[in-house]
């Protein structure tokens, strides 16, 4: 059913895998709207209590995929097919965060951009200890967006969230576990069977009292979120078409064609 995303559900635990390895599970349009599709396949089945999302090969996701040319190149296109397609992203989080499970995201290796959004906008997040994140897009000359910075804000504060997002450092395993950003640090290779132990926690507990109390809580946390966020597409897309934007993203691929020396 899914090009991009593999899906095994067994003992009310979904995982859920992004399949690009060869493109480091980048967010590739296709790959969002399979992600929104499968959130609602899940929040419509009554078998499962648990959802964890995991990246395939070296990495949980290298975030937005830049060389996805229905993403970048797609100036041709009429307005409302642009503004859907900057809009998955955001669609894609929000339909995460508002299953009726509880969702773990898994982090082997790292989680960047566009991976560490989606990471955001689940319950809770397992990391080996080799790992790190980061949120390098205003370094591309892009805001910050798919209603991130309220899930950033409600996790780490106002000034961490501003350190993470403006400054594009990376965090490792340790520092995000420190500053409220992960939940449980392991030894690398194990986030997986980690986020399986916390799951069958969840799994032990009263199912209506657990999904009750997600509900409220991300009702309180998410006061004022899509005020914030609602326009943020149409930032993205007048942002990506600046000189600024454009000259930074070509950095960028440059740095990656050029050989690494051994």
Known sequence: ???????????????????????????SAELMREMIACAGELAARGDTDVAIVQGSGVCFSAGADLRDPARWSNTAQPLDAQREIAALGYRMARAWEELPQITIAAIEGYAIGGGLALVAALDWRVMAKDA??????IALGIPLTWGTLPRLVNLLGPAQAK??????ERVPADEALAIGLV????PAGK?????RKVAAKVLAL?????????????????????????MAHDQVQLAAGSRESKAAREAFALRRAKPRRR
């Open 191 to 195: 986030a997986l069977t980690e986020a």
């Open 1 to 27: 059913m899914y090009r991009n995303l593999k899906l095994d559900i067994k003992q009310a635990i979904a995982t859920v895998t992004l399949n690009r390895p060869e493109a480091r599970n980048a967010m």
């Open 206 to 230: 009263p199912r209506n009292s657990v999904r009750m109390s997600k509900e409220s809580i991300n009702a309180y946390a998410s006061i004022g979120a899509h005020a914030a966020s609602h």
């Open 132 to 137: 790190f994140v980061s949120l390098p897009e």
């Open 183 to 186: 939940d449980w640090v392991v």
């Open 163 to 168: 350190r993470l997002t403006i400054l594009c």
